[in-house]
Every structure is written in C-alpha cells, then in structure tokens.
C-alpha cells in the first residue's frame, strides 16, 4: 500500500458521500445502487466502458441530474431539488466536460470571468484579475483576449479548467477531459490537470489515461452497467485487478 498523501485529511467528513445512488432513465437503469465515498484531497479516478454509467455519476454529484434513490453528501451538504442546495452544492464542486462548452461569442478571459460576478458577486475588475490569474495557471495568459475559436481544442480546455477554478472550488469533476482532444494536445491539459492534483483539491476524474491515473491517482475505480464492480490503490488496480470483468477492459485500453 501506498503511504497517503499528507493532504488526504481521514478525520475530516468526506468530500463526497454517495450511498445507494439510483438513476434511472425510462425503465433503463444507468446508476443501479452506486456507494463511492471520496475524502478531502483524494484524487480518484473512474474508468468503465462506455455506457457503464460514469457521465451520469458526475452529473448526479454536480446535481445535474434528479436522483431516484440514494443521497448524495457533499462537503456536508445533502444534494436535495432545493434549489439553494444545488447553489450551495455548485459552490464546491467545479466540473470540466468532454466537450468544453466554452461561450464562443465570449473571448478567454471573459469566459472565466462570468461565473465569478454572476454567482460570486465579484466586481467586474476583480473578476478580470482572478480570471488572469488562473488563465496563467494553464499558461494561457497570452491568449486571454483570444475566442475560442481561434484557440486549439487543448488550449480550449485550458481554458475550461481555469473557467471552473475561478469559483474557487475545493471538489474538481473531470468528464473525459482528453477524449475529444487530438492526441498531440493530450498532454498539455493532463499536464495542467496533474499540477492541480499537487495541490489540495480533491478530484474525481473519468478518464482513460492510464499513465495519468499511475501518477496521480490515489484510489482508481471501475465501472461497468450501472455499477462499481472493483476499486483500489492505482497499483494493484492496473497489476493485478481481481475481476475478469476489469482484466478484459484493462486488456482492450492498454
Ligand atoms: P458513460 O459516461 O459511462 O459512457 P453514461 O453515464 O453517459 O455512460 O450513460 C449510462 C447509461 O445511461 C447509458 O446506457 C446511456 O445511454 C444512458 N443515458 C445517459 N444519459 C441519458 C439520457 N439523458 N437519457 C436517456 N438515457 C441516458
Ligand atoms: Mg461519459
């Protein structure tokens, strides 16, 4: 077993607390009864063939979907349809997608800069310099004034990562951040992303980079149909998983 991180913090309540999550759509059961509990500072990352239901757990936990069983708990606050509780809940939790979703009419820094006015009530100025400060984190000060579309989809995501820092959260979601990349920009945002994860924040990631879960997850979990099937430290996951069902998923992704 690895030693934990100094930053992982056991007494503290957990940053995410999901017990029973059930999600269905229709009579199709895309969550059937999910337990994942993730402490403060943890770095886990979610692997699972596609359909296997790893979208619709981040969205559960960043309250983007109506739940139909189980309780969500973050940072102590139970997920209800609320809305103050959704507000509060998306105070905590940052959340990067596959698809960057960035404003195109809204260049890179005021793209970062919408959230923190609109629910931070930061100043205009104030939000421009929050903005620079953390487009300089993915190191894209230089391109701030840039749309995105004249940005590469790496640069894109650069920015989609500093857009969700801006709220300063303490729980970062990844959704596939690589996926739509071309390869040679892959490593750029792994890059950004694995400097994040030396820092404090917990993380929980959906990804298929299996260097990147090497070197910076703490715990690795797989799904698949609507389940967690195993879950470990990154080590034993990749060299020695238990289950057939993760040695035949592991054998087609590496
Ligand atoms: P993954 O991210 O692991 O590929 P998803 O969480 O996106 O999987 O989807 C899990 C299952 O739920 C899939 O069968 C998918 O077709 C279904 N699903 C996801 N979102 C919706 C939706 N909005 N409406 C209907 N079915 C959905
Ligand atoms: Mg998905």
Redesign the pocket.
Known sequence: MNPLPHSLDLAAEPAIAISGLV?L??D?R??GGVDLTVRRGEKVVIC????????????CINAL?RLDGGRIVVNGIELTADEGTVQDIRQEVGMVFQHFNLFPHLTALENCMLAPQLNRGLSRAQAAKLAMAHLERVHLADQAHKYPSRLSGGQQQRVAIARALCMEPRILLF??PTSALDPEMVNEVLGVMEDLATGGVTMLC?THEMGFARRVADRCVF?DR?AIVEEGGSREFFDAPASERLRGFLAQIL
């Open positions: 999600k759509f229709g199709h895309a969550l699972g063939p596609s359909g296997s239901g790893k979208s619709t757990l981040i969205r979907e959704d596939e959906v799904m609507g």
